[in-house]
């Protein structure tokens, strides 16, 4: 459409995020609803919808109202919930759900450990922990994770040193674009 269309007469949103294949948004009540592809599961659908997905928001398998935060990365959803984890489903490939491994998953799966308190998707991953720490994994062949290398990485990787201090030098916004990320202290 050329022009803005509402989707559904539902009105309790309180976050969204979209991504070249698929959109995912938070209601008011801390349930998590996705559509568009499933081609890698980033629906977390549990394979249920097939790879063309949904045309209308379904909400996730666990069917959680515990979720504060989601954003849409290039064929995955990574999530926050209530207690601060931090859980990814969807492509794996360049290990951007940060479990160590490259294999893709179709349901959320708490694959990072620790308390985070804000997330950003694109081909890769970017973090901030309950501590103020930057954290970064998945896909890196232009720097994007700010590690000093060129190469992905599949768990996640601290990006400088600060934390939470006395001058409040910790972290606090982040965006990750196809080839980049910026974050403000």
């Known amino acids: 459409k050329l022009i803005p269309t509402q989707i559904g007469s539902d009105t309790d949103w309180s976050d969204v995020s979209a991504a070249p294949q698929h959109t995912v948004g938070l209601k008011i009540d801390g349930t998590l609803w996705s559509w568009g592809s499933d081609v890698h599961g980033q629906l977390g659908a549990d394979g249920q919808m097939g790879p063309d997905g949904s045309t209308v928001p379904i909400q996730e398998v666990t069917k959680s109202s515990e979720w504060v935060a989601v954003d849409a990365g290039n064929g995955f959803t990574v999530a926050i919930k209530t207690d601060g984890s931090l859980w990814a489903w969807g492509s794996n490939s360049y290990g951007q759900l940060g479990n160590g491994t490259t294999e893709d998953r179709d349901t959320p799966s708490r694959t990072v450990l620790g308390s985070w308190s804000a997330i950003a998707a694109d081909n890769h991953t970017v973090a901030i922990k309950s501590d103020g720490t930057l954290w970064a994994w998945g896909y890196n062949s232009k720097g994007q994770l700010g590690d000093g290398s ?11 040193s600060d934390t939470a201090g006395e001058y409040h030098n910790d972290w606090v916004r982040i965006a990750a674009g196809g080839y980049h990320t910026v974050a403000l202290k």
Do not use: H
């Open 150 to 160: 060129t190469s992905n990485k599949s768990s996640p990787v601290q990006i400088g």
